[in-house]
């Protein structure tokens, strides 16, 4: 499965909302599978992925309405975590995340995220670090 670095945390935050009904449908089955408890082989891409395939943004491939916005997030998460344009467990990936994350990268990865102030990003991802937000 493609997914975007930044999705590593959007997938991890995500609450039942979104863009449209189509996109929440197709988000619901890809975190339902991720979620899951056998082990699920993504591959980071910094285009478009699994999840974007029904987002209203998405104007072609690796082409969003937002496109600067979301590969500076892109870019970002595989600064922060050292990662690359290859296939990992999505599992372990998450785990190395809540582990290596503090507020203040999670801040300035999501910075100017919409769906950041009202999703459960901060709880999910930093779970007790989240105190030290202030």
């Known amino acids: 499965m493609d997914l975007r670095p930044h ?40 285009s478009t992925d699994v999840l974007c395939a029904d987002c209203p943004n998405m104007l072609g491939t690796d082409l969003c309405s937002t496109n600067e916005k979301v590969k500076r997030y892109d870019r970002k998460v ?28 999670l801040a300035d990865i999501c910075d100017g995220c919409s769906w950041y102030p009202v999703s459960a990003c901060r709880e999910k991802i930093l779970g007790k670090k989240r105190k030290a937000e202030g």
């Open 78 to 105: 595989m600064e922060y975590f050292q990662l690359e344009e290859k296939d990992y467990i999505y599992q372990e990936l998450v785990e190395r995340i809540r582990e290596e994350m503090t507020p203040e990268m």
């Open 7 to 46: 999705h590593l945390l959007c997938t991890q935050g995500y609450s039942g909302k979104g863009y449209s009904d189509e996109f929440v449908k197709n988000m619901n089955q890809v975190t339902e599978k991720l979620r899951g408890s056998e082990p699920v082989t993504v591959h980071l891409t910094c």
